[in-house]
């Protein structure tokens, strides 16, 4: 029933700047946080960023804050990260996740997350 899209990833020199995003389908997701995490090879799934209506909460994980910024469309079933002054450890397959349930819990945990997209590759050249 859920289906998550991510679009955007691509290389980029160290310094530079890219946005990637999410489109989810299958139901309402206004009452539902999203989130942002990235996987690199050998490493653990991450979390990036969250945003959810009730507040509305953002949250971005220490090694992006500041650099990167989450937003949502009105509909609530977009989200989009831009990334700034990216750096080579940027590199990963960034994910888009929502839960199984509505929530305005906006978790860091990868294990609060049931619907996952496909991802979508970020390479960041030195």
């Known amino acids: 029933q859920v289906q998550l899209v991510e679009s955007g990833g691509g290389v980029v020199q160290a310094g530079g700047s890219l946005t990637v995003s999410c489109t989810a389908s299958g139901r309402a997701f206004s009452r539902y946080v999203m989130a942002w995490f990235r996987q690199a090879p050998g490493q653990e799934r991450e979390f990036v960023a969250s945003y959810s209506w009730s507040g509305p909460r953002i949250y971005y994980s220490d090694s992006v804050e500041g650099r990167f910024t989450i937003s949502r469309d009105n509909a609530g079933n977009t989200i989009s990260l831009k990334m700034n002054n990216l750096q080579p450890d940027d590199t990963a397959v960034y994910y888009c996740?929502?839960?199984?349930?509505?929530?305005?819990?906006?978790?860091?945990?990868?294990?609060?997350?049931?619907?996952w997209g496909q991802g979508t590759q970020v390479t960041v050249s030195a």
């Open positions: 996740a929502v839960p199984l349930v509505p929530s305005s819990l906006a978790s860091q945990s990868r294990f609060e997350y049931h619907y």
